[in-house]
């Protein structure tokens, strides 16, 4: 049995930006399903929105309402707007570097569905920036600890049903107990259930199944965003690799087949995945093509090294040709309900992360409004959780029977399947269609391919 203050279940953004935020005298214990680098907030590319001025509060808003068809929450949306220039001091006292003109002033960018710029950004590899700086800060701190290969395969209920912490089980090791006086789930997306994701392949939604086996609210699980421009990959088992919506704000060219151009390539992501799909289905391809060839040369090179290096890597040269891409499951808007301090409806159980709906992406998340709502939320968790100076009740903990996760495949397919078949009930817009990975083939009843569904 471990014990911990707090107890925090994955190792993202939302994670280690809330561990730095608890007070020193707090033991702060992380679990992580993988390798602590092995989070979707390193494979973060565009950027980090940021309010400028005031006067570009109004259209920013809008922009995001616009692009979560007016499903967000507008109170959420405020306040992690209002919140942004806090955090992103914050990343900077952490040590985040981002682009700075030769001035010394910020680069903003723009990206799909914004009528602005306001997208700060490291080249084209912003999330390893920011999380490299705060895992750095976050090894140095004494009361954090981090255990890697370590996954959370449940929460513990005490008697009056609050929660008293986790069921964990390090790689290749039996289950144990890990209570704490205040537990936080941050374990991503769902993107790993999915044939075609961005996302790392060991994040299969376990908050969410873990929080609709315990009778927890969650929102909108049937919200899930796909990307419109990922690099076409004929391996299921490979993340799909990012071609980044900075691309086409700087001017990056959709074709078809025929190598003519098909649509407004900064249209909102739905809506171009849509398209996309479409022409798919119109030339009976697997992919479209992408070209950045009016992107000025030094440009590329500046904004956009990592995927010049991963194409030619794979085989292109992009100042020349270009790159086959396909849409793929990218991101969760949905997840467990959460309130503004990103409190569940569970006593002493929050939710971080893209796990959480916060109420901020409504139906279809606006670009680079990722980053920005973890941080905003965490920081929010992590002030509730510390202002509640109550000592926690001392409530007996539910006995745990070990033996109902020892089978980590049976585990896992069985929490799959809590989530398909929760996306199929509600079912909904494109991205609740696409196809699973041939090992979850059967986990609902419908499994339509995204080429099926337009």
């Not at 084209?124 to 490299?132: A, F, P, Q, R």
């Not at 499951?329 to 929050?350: A, I, P, R």
């Not at 809590?418 to 990975?437: H, N, Q, S, T």
């Amino acid at each position: 049995m471990i014990k911990a203050d707090y107890a925090v279940a994955g190792s993202g953004c939302a994670a280690l930006y809330f561990a730095l935020q608890v007070p020193k005298n707090k033991s702060v214990i992380i679990v992580t399903k993988g390798e602590v680098e092995m989070s979707d907030s390193f494979l973060a590319q565009g950027g980090i929105c940021m309010l400028k001025d005031d006067d570009d509060y109004k259209s920013y808003f809008e922009d995001t309402m616009k692009a979560g068809h007016r499903e967000n929450d507008p109170v959420s949306i405020e306040i992690m707007i209002k919140s942004s220039g806090e955090v992103i001091e914050d990343l900077i006292a952490y040590g985040v570097e981002f682009a700075k003109d030769e001035k010394g002033e910020f680069i903003f960018t723009r990206e799909g569905g914004h009528s602005d710029k306001r997208i700060l950004f490291h080249k084209d590899i912003t999330g390893k920036e920011i999380m490299s700086k705060l895992l750095k800060k976050v090894k140095e701190r004494n009361n954090i600890t981090i255990l890697e290969h370590t996954a959370m395969v449940d929460i513990i209920e005490n008697t009056e049903g609050g929660c008293g912490g986790f069921v964990i089980r390090k790689k290749g090791c039996s289950p144990e107990v890990l209570l704490a006086d205040k537990s936080f789930m941050a374990t991503g997306g769902i993107g790993g259930l999915y044939k075609h994701s961005t996302n790392f392949r060991h994040l299969t939604g376990d908050a969410v199944a873990i929080a609709l086996k315990h009778n927890i609210r969650t929102r909108n699980v049937n919200y899930i965003q796909v990307h419109p421009t990922t690099f076409y990959s004929e391996n299921e088992n490979d993340k799909r690799f990012l071609i980044s919506e900075s691309v086409r704000g700087e001017g990056a060219k959709l074709y078809g087949k025929d190598m003519k151009r098909f649509t407004n390539e900064l249209l909102p992501r739905d809506l171009l995945t849509l398209e996309i799909l479409k022409q798919m289905k119109k030339d009976g391809s697997k992919f479209v093509w992408e070209d950045l060839r009016d992107i000025p040369y030094e440009e590329l090179c500046s904004h956009f090294p990592n995927i010049m290096a991963f194409c030619k890597e794979a085989g292109y040269d992009v100042t020349k040709e270009c790159i086959p891409v396909v849409p793929a499951q990218h991101y969760f808007m949905g997840g467990v309900y959460v309130d503004y301090n990103s409190k569940t409806t569970m006593k002493n159980l929050y939710a971080l992360g893209e796990c959480a709906c916060t109420g901020v992406h409504g139906k279809n998340r606006l670009a680079s409004n990722s980053l920005l709502e973890v941080l905003v939320f965490a920081k929010r968790a992590a002030k509730d959780a510390v202002s509640d100076m109550k000592l926690p009740e001392n409530k007996e903990i539910v006995s745990v029977d070990f033996s109902l996760y020892e089978d980590a495949d049976r585990l896992e397919r069985e929490y799959g399947k809590l989530i398909a078949e929760e996306i199929e009930r509600l079912g909904g817009p494109l991205a609740a269609r696409i196809a699973y990975r041939d090992k979850y083939e059967n986990l609902a009843e419908s499994n339509n391919s995204m080429e099926a569904a337009v």
